[in-house]
């Protein structure tokens, strides 16, 4: 699927009318696709996990796989040259495996150690790897070209994934994603309900939370790069430079 994309990528006959989405007929046909899956399966799964499940199991599954991505946010955190992430997560890991039993409960946020979320397509963006086209994946949804292959090296890489019993695996894969869902049920009904149209939203919403993760929450703004006639404003993530240029310039 990567791959596919990536060839996509190529394909510089194809125009949408937003620059970061010259792939937008395709997408919306993912995005179609998609919403069938998730109205068909996905959704009704959540909701029957979110209404029988009682509250203090969901919190310690979600805390449990949140442990985990703070393995590989220990990793990139390294990669991206953030020390003090990098040990923040660590300290994570370290406590909430520990006393936390497995990471199923979230002491290290009760002693005050944040989350620091990072991945493998932050890494990237941080060296100065374009995002690439937005594109719409099958099942995963909202992603770019760079985000995608992230995507790729972050499942590959993930703890579950190391399992080498194959039902334990997929039981764990598909716990994971059911939890993932029943999170976010509220918002994307809302975004449904209150968006004329809700594939522009979650496509701009999508890039510029990208933007906002890769620069942990300080992107540059057109002041910053340039001078210009123009009120202040976000600058368009192809426009941005690399965080490590932003760092040591």
Not at 129 to 141: A, E, H, K, R, T
Not at 146 to 168: A, E, H, M, P, Y
Not at 173 to 193: G, I, M, P
Not at 203 to 218: E, F, H, P, S
């Amino acid at each position: 699927m990567v791959v596919a994309v990536l060839l996509l990528q190529g394909c510089t006959s194809l125009r949408g009318p937003d620059p970061a989405d010259p792939l937008e007929p395709l997408n919306r046909k993912v995005t179609a696709f998609n919403d069938v899956a998730d109205d068909l399966v996905l959704r009704p799964v959540a909701v029957v996990y979110g209404e029988y499940l009682p509250t203090v199991v969901k919190k310690g599954i979600s805390n449990f796989f949140s442990n985990q991505s703070d393995v590989m946010s220990f990793f990139n955190s390294l990669a991206q040259l953030k020390l003090d992430a990098a040990m923040k997560n660590l300290a994570r890991v370290g406590i909430n495996t520990s006393i936390g039993i497995g990471g199923i409960i979230d002491w290290a946020t009760e002693f005050k150690i944040d989350k620091q979320k990072e991945d493998f397509g932050q890494t990237m963006a941080y060296w100065g790897v374009s995002s690439g086209p937005y594109v719409v994946l099958p099942f995963f949804g909202p992603s770019t070209v760079r985000d995608s292959f992230g995507l790729w090296v972050d499942t590959k890489t993930d703890v579950n994934q190391q399992l080498t019993d194959v039902s334990s695996r997929n039981v764990l894969t598909v716990l994971r994603l059911t939890d993932k869902r029943e999170r976010y049920l509220s918002l994307s009904d809302a975004v449904k309900q209150a968006s004329l149209d809700p594939y522009s939203f979650t496509r701009d919403a999508y890039l510029q939370k990208r933007v906002n993760d890769i620069y942990d929450g300080n992107p540059p703004l057109v002041d910053d790069l340039e001078e210009s006639d123009e009120p202040t404003k976000m600058v368009a993530p192809n426009q941005i430079p690399p965080p490590w240029k932003q760092k040591y310039k």
